[in-house]
């Protein structure tokens, strides 16, 4: 059975840091490309980062120098450590596993707020 479990949401003032993860199961973690997105209120989701298999990454202009991605194949998680939050990135983040289909977390809630 396919799973895809994100964590570490929650609530964060201005400035500060978070740091999500996805724990995958059921599928041959090494063989997918791993991407987090993003959807808040209202707006429709949209790409955040990718790591593919080889460990090249891609960020969106809007966290690009704040957020990071990584994997670990050993470990079969992705990660994203988001620094320097603002309000704006307010939203359930999601994980999202893609090789020849594609696979989604449930996600987790980020606010930033103060």
């Known amino acids: 059975q396919v799973q895809l479990v994100e964590s570490g949401g929650g609530l964060v003032q201005p400035g500060g840091s978070l740091r999500l993860s996805c724990a995958a199961s059921g599928f041959t973690f090494s063989a997918y490309a791993m991407s987090w997105y993003r959807q808040a209120p209202g707006r429709e989701r949209e790409w955040v980062a990718r790591i593919g298999v080889g460990g090249g990454t891609q960020y969106a202009e809007s966290v690009k120098g704040r957020f990071t991605i990584s994997r670990d194949n050993t470990k079969r998680t992705v990660s994203l450590q988001m620094n320097s939050l603002k309000p704006d990135d307010t939203a359930v983040y999601y994980c999202?596993?893609?090789?020849?289909?594609?696979?989604w977390g449930q996600g987790t809630q980020v606010t930033v707020s103060s």
């Open positions: 999202k596993a893609t090789a020849s289909v594609a696979y």
